[in-house]
Every structure is written in structure tokens, then in C-alpha cells.
């Protein structure tokens, strides 16, 4: 049964870079696709973007400017930077596995995000 | 970019049946069969309930059905019950820009 675990710093303050971790145990890296997605107080799910297990991204058309993610397969560990922060970008973050043909079927716990000066 | 229409409240009793809509364009709902249905409970992840415009992951009962026509999808639940109470988001893939969006979300209140 595969688990996502996710942590990154949970209070940042304006124009300051978003680095979040999620880390896959138990279950298979690779043929999955790994998503990022956030949920601001109050509004509703966007979703931010995705990575192969080969490292192929897409990414909101809102944010692409700002983030990045990557995947280190030797640790199956993937990653989520947002630069330039601003307090619309606070809310709750997930990380999540998408199964090709499919859907997502694993969840990160989620990790809260606050940008505040 | 505009994110997907959806009404942001619904109700029914339990036992009843209710239906939640989902407007997109032909950039998005309408052009392939890649419409996403979450449900929502506060303080949770969200799970996908619908996949593929009406395919359910194992597990979600058949209570919960999805349809599309033309550039709107559209999520049914058969007999209310208390624990469907959540939030439920509809999600589109955008083929112009490659990237998946989501509807404004509906509250599903069971009375």
C-alpha cells in the first residue's frame, strides 16, 4: 500500500520561496504521474502541476512562472518550489499520485502554507 | 483562465437523489472524456469519486454517477446520505494550455 508523506516549511513570509517534500514508500515510482495541488482558506482546490518519474512537467498557466518541480528516483522523493510568494499563495497543499488510465489514488496529509510578513 | 462553472450550493434530503453541473467549453469538457469529480470533507483529503466523465475508482459506491453532454459534465448521487454532506469539485484536463482545472465547488448540504 503505497503512502505519501509531505513536509516543508509551513510559515514563509512575502517573496520568499515555497519548498515542499513528498516522499512515496511502499509502492512503485515510476509509470505514475505526481501532482501538487492547493487549496487557499476559504476557496476552492487548483491545481498546480505535475512531474513523471522521468522528470516531463506541466503546470498551471497561472504559476508557471513561479514554480518548479523535480524527482529524485533514488529516494522517491518529489518536489515543489514556488518563488516569490505572496499571501494568496497560503493555504493547504497536497501532494498526490495519479495512476496512468486512472485516477489519483494515494494522498499526501496535506501541509499548511502561511505567507505573512 | 476561467475555472470550470459550478453551482455553489446543493441540498436534498436522504434517500433523495441530487445533481450537481459542471460548464466548461470545448477546450475543456467538451473535448475529450477527462472530467475529474472530488468530493471534499473539511479537514481531509480530497477523493476522487468520478474519473474519465464516469468511471468510479474502487471502493466509491454506485450511488455516485457521472455523465457529460456537450461542454457540461454532470455528477448524480442516488439515495443522500448523511456522510455525502462535503464539498465536491469537478476537474477538467485544458487542452489548449495542458493543465487540469477545476470548478468553484459545490456545497451538498443533506437536510
Known amino acids: 500500500q503505497v503512502q505519501l508523506q509531505q513536509w516543508g516549511a509551513g510559515l514563509l513570509k512575502p517573496s520568499e520561496t515555497l519548498s515542499l517534500t513528498c516522499a512515496v514508500y511502499g509502492g512503485s515510482f515510476n509509470n505514475y504521474y505526481w501532482h501538487w495541488i492547493r487549496q487557499p482558506p476559504g476557496k476552492g482546490l487548483e491545481w498546480i502541476g505535475e512531474?513523471?518519474?522521468?522528470?516531463?512537467?506541466k503546470f498551471n498557466p497561472s504559476l508557471k512562472s513561479r514554480v518548479t518541480m523535480s524527482v529524485d528516483t533514488s529516494k522517491t522523493n518529489f518536489y515543489l518550489r514556488l518563488s516569490s510568494v505572496t499571501a494568496a499563495d497560503s493555504g493547504v497543499y497536497y501532494c498526490?499520485?495519479?495512476?496512468?488510465?486512472?485516477?489519483?489514488?494515494?494522498w499526501g496529509q496535506g501541509t499548511l502554507v502561511t505567507v505573512s510578513s | 483562465q476561467s475555472a470550470l462553472t459550478q453551482p455553489p450550493s446543493a441540498s436534498g434530503s436522504p434517500g433523495q437523489s441530487v445533481t450537481i453541473s459542471c460548464t466548461g467549453t470545448?477546450?475543456?469538457?467538451?473535448?475529450?472524456?477527462?472530467v475529474t469529480w472530488y468530493q471534499h470533507h473539511p479537514g481531509k483529503a480530497p477523493k476522487v469519486i468520478i474519473h474519465d466523465v464516469s468511471k468510479r475508482p474502487s471502493g466509491v459506491p454506485d450511488r455516485f454517477s457521472g455523465s457529460k453532454s456537450g461542454n457540461t459534465a454532470s455528477l448524480t448521487v442516488f439515495g443522500l446520505q448523511a456522510d455525502d454532506e462535503a464539498d465536491y469539485y469537478c476537474s477538467s484536463y485544458e487542452v489548449s494550455n495542458n493543465y487540469w482545472m477545476f470548478g468553484g465547488g459545490t456545497k451538498l448540504t443533506v437536510l
Open positions: 498526490l499520485r495519479w495512476e496512468p488510465n486512472s485516477s489519483v489514488d494515494s
Open positions: 512531474i513523471s518519474h522521468s522528470g516531463a512537467t
Open positions: 470545448s477546450s475543456d469538457i467538451g473535448a475529450y472524456d477527462y
